[in-house]
């Protein structure tokens, strides 16, 4: 007894030595994710082991299958604090992981698998030889890896799993990542250090952080990725960048995850050497033939094209007065013997400044419905502009019925303060996504859109610019490691609900004590008000620094391209604030369905979010509070900064449940925050002041500085330019 | 009993879990560097343990005394796989860690401090009240962390510590690194990622690497960083970038680091709105002088400038017909208040092409020695040209005995392969320290002039271009954190060996098996040689791709200032190859002193290490091994290829002695550098092939490609440019 004693403390002590060395990394340093497989409350892990006492998988494991049964192990191991065994025979409690063809067992049940399709998956408490089991199972073997990360992420959030039912198939058919990454690692909009892709050491040397990345996407059902910026250099075609791509693909593949690339329409001219990109040149239709052939060789499931064309300078079609479903179609002709597709961005605007630029996108696209080929979907962003803090759905949804139509939405806050902000993005992307178009009566959501069930496309897509990069948290912040999260999440199935992913991520990152739940939660809730309260409110838009967009700058209105400037936005002068985009303006609410519109251009009915975005208004309008319109923009810049404030309290009240280390990111974060917000309330307030030319409603403290001030600040060498 | 069993088994359960749960991060990814303080085998922890029973350090202790009992905690606890306790009194085997000032009982030993300095340190084993315990002082606390660092690496290497008297001091003052970094956070000629300094996020957040980083450099004696290129933006004088600057000097004070900053002359122009930067303009001063005021108010301990003027574009005092040294004493007089010092780059060379890139800086700097003032030190490159391979020593080392002459080393590795080229540094930068200069008779060695001894200067320095970035393992390979690690070693006692510390750095990142340390050692020492053969053989230099440095470009000839120009170097033609430096030519073997001189200039005595850089040489010449010159340069090329594939054969053999991760890095660099270092071979024989138009000696292969395919090769979105 002694003896057993003995050697259990010289275990003791061995083992607590490792984590003594281990220390300095094993910190809670962000880089697990939301994959952090910390061990659960003892309660929770009683309840669990016994329904893992094994993993049971095919003998010859296919390579996504083992991913599989190597997340479990790892996951349950830790989960509940102790290795989890993999047997070759199903005893009480095991985990059947596998497709009914690889494992009898599963394919004896006779199992509802048909309505699962593809990617799908099913876990289901089963008996099997008069034993009690757990199936993890789907009709491939990625929809058994996604069982396996949903079976993990019952036992991390402490759901029961000893009476499992649970079906679940993705909406949508291509989830995807959008890197704006440079092949130079700089990445554009990128806020959390530069490109995970090292691309300079690539194909050789693979960084153990692709794999994570993989296994983090899979986790949450994302199943593409486009590697590179959609202003994209024409080097990610050249062989030696092929190479490197094939790479990345490889070691994404058993993770069911598609490579796609950012293409320069003008690469015939600048790889090719050919005199044009005319699309409807034989030539460059050939050249680019020739170069889908080589990518599909060295990458056989590549998954196709994202091009940004006549956009911001980017080459396109439109160079040879060619229309945008010629260019597509030319791409998709070259991916099309491959079923590779072509996304072909919406985000265009002109440079003439004297129309809206709300409008243009809708006027391009909506012509061409129809015309585009099979394997082409239009990506068009969640707004009419360029991912604001809040704007209305882009008028697009529902208004190409014969068009597959994707949602962009971005995960990187270029426009949200940048990675120190807290700001939870499920909130914003479930309102775009419950949004109606009225596109086919009412329920005609953007959801339902973009998913392929109003107009019945078999191709739908949801892409997100990614905020992943090579900072050790990923997302230059723990907070933003939620909106990667969500966005995987609701693109799995764009009706769920924002809270209850929020509630899901929060359990798992951070703890499942409800006293940090619930407060943490409400917090990213209100997080994505605030800011639009401190940065927007009442329906402004585009109101940042130039070309950083960093911190505020309504005064801007000296830039070549009008619709560059915060002015041509706000349109405040001595008479009022506001976008007139009624009929009396631009009349962009007429790209809206008839009860959109309505509500839209209608005073009554409009709403505080988007008043200042369709209506030019008197500094003295009267708003349905009774407060005047500028009394009303006063309080909202204030209002943001008191919600930030209460963000601080929350968190400071969560310290008990944190980690020190990402407790006090978080503290300082919020702390930038709230310095910035109230720049943001404080600048704004000076500005539109300057031309209202009113006093400050009662109790408001004025600016802390002149507009002067704030017009003098400069950031040079601000990030992701 | 049970009842302890069971607390026993529930803490081993909880313990392994979190070990569990912590080992993606905690797998061996090279964060750690040489201070992973994991578990000694059992034998020297046994020997260890009783002489490491507690620590004892003064009741209120500095910040300095306090990193280094937090240290020793870890480092001992992680090493000898069990806590280690602080204790207020001494016991049997306690260490004692204080000054004599601080620590009564080692102020009773009256021990021999006084040729310690300010920053050497004693280890001692003593009795104090009758017990046996180690002392670990010094005259200041910095010493005493230093001595903690010695104990550690003591322990570390497995040496004894139960016999200790082991006394060390600096010898040269100021031990520098040089980080290239902009404000941006890209790095020039950085090949580990982006900075590792979040400028934006600076200086609110402060990454716990920096901590990191700090202990990392203490551990090796470097107490002293630059933390911006020496292409310096103005911007780093605004009160945004100092303010963020006093922030990481903040962090780094406690470790005995003080801050430097690269500065732009003509910052009183860009920032000043001064219509002038002549450094006699009084209004220029007077700006300086006020800027390092402001500087000195955020920063008291601030370092000082670092100055690159008049070279490769940037501004300086020339630029008004003022010399290196008026510009350089204007800015020392705004320092000398603050006992700052102005560091002055050597680093000129001008655009004519017709002279002789070796002579010029010696040209320039000579003849103002004795103009500086006295908180000026120049800083010279090891070599006349600019970090090759393999270079002589500058001729300015021994030339300028009234001026404080600082050693510049480039430790990132940009003309020698970037980070996945396996080259030991510490072979090169001995070479140079060894190297004699005859200044003042035989045994004038550069390490005698760099530390001041030759000439009886106070002011001494080597400074290190940093080869750190981002990367997890800091260096952009685990074999680059030697370079780190041994300019460190040298830089405190530049006559150490750097095979030596190789030993040492191998042990402690490694492991302490002679089967692993005596191989490792060997490839490591062979490495230096390698790279030389199979890039630069026989004295030719700058041999490398236009901008970037990577790879073989001897043919480029067309770039617009001559002495960018491989072929200006090679000087390969019809007759001969080789720059002729003697008295037929530039005469640079006349800046040496003539014992030197003599050495350089005469065939017979000059060897092959330095045969071309001085001499140009028919093809057919014959060399001491009665070879021709032509078939010596293949054999040199090839012999290099061939040390690489020995190295791959030796690393091969250490799999049992690493970890998975790292060995796997290894491995795959190695094979680029073989891959690379064919490529070298073959592309400079085809090219030289072209001049010399001789048969291949027997038993060389031809090049695999034509000398157009090498030509033709192009590296866009290349690292470090």
């Given at each position: ?34 994959l952090?497989y ?14 893992a006492?094994a993993i049971v998988a095919p003998?010859?494991p296919s390579p996504t299958i083992g991913v599989a049964v190597a997340e479990l192990q790892r996951g349950l191991g830790g989960l509940?604090?102790?290795p989890e065994p993999v ?8 985990i059947?992981v596998g ?37 993890v199972?789907?009709?491939?073997d990625v929809?058994v890896l996604?069982g396996a990360f949903?079976l993990l ?55 153990p952080?692709?794999t994570d990345?993989a296994r983090a996407?899979a986790s ?31 070691i994404?593949?058993p993770y069911g ?465």
């Amino acid at each position: 007894m002694i003896e057993r004693i003995a050697r259990l403390a010289a275990i003791v002590t061995i083992v607590m030595a490792l984590g003594l060395a281990a220390s300095p990394a094993a910190a809670e340093d962000g880089y697990a994710l939301w994959l952090r497989y910390q061990p659960l409350p003892q309660g929770i892990r009683a309840a669990a082991a016994p329904h893992a006492a094994a993993i049971v998988a095919p003998a010859a494991p296919s390579p996504t299958i083992g991913v599989a049964v190597a997340e479990l192990q790892r996951g349950l191991g830790g989960l509940l604090a102790r290795p989890e065994p993999v047997a070759h025979t199903a005893g009480v409690g095991a985990i059947l992981v596998g497709t009914p063809a690889e494992l009898p067992a599963i394919a004896a049940l006779h199992l509802p698998l048909s309505g699962l399709g593809d990617e799908g998956y099913l876990l289901r408490s089963a008996t099997v030889d008069g034993k009690a089991v757990t199936i993890v199972t789907g009709n491939s073997d990625v929809g058994v890896l996604y069982g396996a990360f949903a079976l993990l992420r019952q036992v991390q959030t402490g759901a029961p799993i000893d009476r499992l039912d649970l079906a679940s198939t993705p909406k949508v058919r291509i989830r995807m990542l959008d890197h704006w990454d440079n092949l130079d690692r700089t990445v554009e909009r990128g806020y959390a250090g530069e490109s995970i892709w090292d691309w300079w050491r690539l194909p050789d040397w693979h960084d153990p952080r692709y794999t994570d990345y993989a296994r983090a996407n899979a986790s949450i059902g994302i199943n593409g990725t486009v590697l590179n910026n959609v202003n994209a250099s024409p080097d990610i075609l050249t062989p030696r960048f092929i190479a490197k791509a094939a790479a990345l693909a490889d070691i994404f593949r058993p993770y069911g995850i598609k490579v796609y690339l950012s293409v320069n329409f003008a690469s015939p001219i600048k790889l090719g050497g050919l005199k044009t990109a005319d699309p409807l040149d034989p030539q460059v239709a050939a050249w680019w033939k020739a170069k889908a052939d080589e990518i599909y060789k060295a990458i056989p499931d590549f998954g196709g094209f994202l091009v940004k064309a006549n956009s911001e300078g980017q080459p396109g079609p439109g160079d040879y007065h060619r229309s945008h479903s010629q260019g597509a179609n030319m791409l998709a002709a070259a991916l099309a013997p491959h079923h590779g597709i072509v996304i072909w961005r919406a985000f265009v605007y002109t440079a003439t400044g004297d129309g809206d630029r709300a409008k243009e996108a809708y006027d391009e696209f909506k012509p061409l419905d129809g015309q585009f080929a099979d394997n082409v979907v239009l990506q068009v962003k969640n707004g009419p502009i360029d991912f604001q803090p809040r704007e209305p759905f882009s008028p697009l949804f529902g208004a190409m019925p014969k068009t597959p139509l994707g949602l962009e939405v971005q995960i990187t806050k270029e426009y949200l303060g940048f990675a120190t902000h807290l700001v939870y993005l499920g909130a914003l992307f479930q309102e775009t996504l419950d949004a109606d178009t009225y596109a086919d009566g009412p329920g005609s959501t953007v959801a339902k859109v973009i998913d392929g069930e109003l107009d019945h496309h078999q191709l739908s897509l949801i892409a997100g610019v990614a905020n992943i990069g090579s900072d050790r948290d990923w997302c230059g912040s723990d907070f933003n490691q939620a909106n990667w999260y969500a966005f995987g999440r609701l693109a799995w199935d764009p009706t769920a609900s924002s809270r209850a992913i929020a509630v899901e991520w929060a359990k798992m990152t951070f703890s499942l004590d409800p006293g940090f739940v619930g407060p943490t939660v409400d917090m990213m809730m209100l997080s994505r008000e605030a800011v639009v309260n401190y940065m927007t409110p009442l329906g402004l838009a585009h109101q940042m620094g130039t070309n950083h967009h960093y911190g505020p700058a309504p005064w801007v209105d000296n830039l070549p391209q009008a619709e560059w400037n915060p002015a041509y936005y706000n349109r405040a002068d001595a008479t009022g604030i506001g976008f007139d985009r009624t009929k009396t303006g631009s009349n962009a609410v007429a790209q809206y369905a008839p009860p959109v519109a309505k509500r839209f251009a209608d005073l009554a009915t409009v709403g505080d979010k988007y008043l200042l975005w369709f209506h030019h208004l008197p500094w003295t309008y009267r708003m349905a509070s009774d407060e005047t319109l500028w009394d009303s923009l006063v309080h909202h810049y204030t209002l943001g900064v008191t919600q930030v404030a209460d963000m601080q309290n929350t968190w400071t009240a969560m310290q008990r449940y944190v980690d020190p280390e990402r407790y006090a990111k978080a503290t300082t974060f919020l702390a930038i925050q709230h310095r910035e917000a109230q720049w943001w309330r404080d600048a704004s307030i000076a500005y539109f002041q300057s031309k209202s030319h009113l006093p400050l409603p009662a109790g408001e403290v004025p600016p802390a500085h002149s507009l002067a001030y704030y017009e003098a600040l400069r950031f040079p060498h601000a990030p992701g330019i």
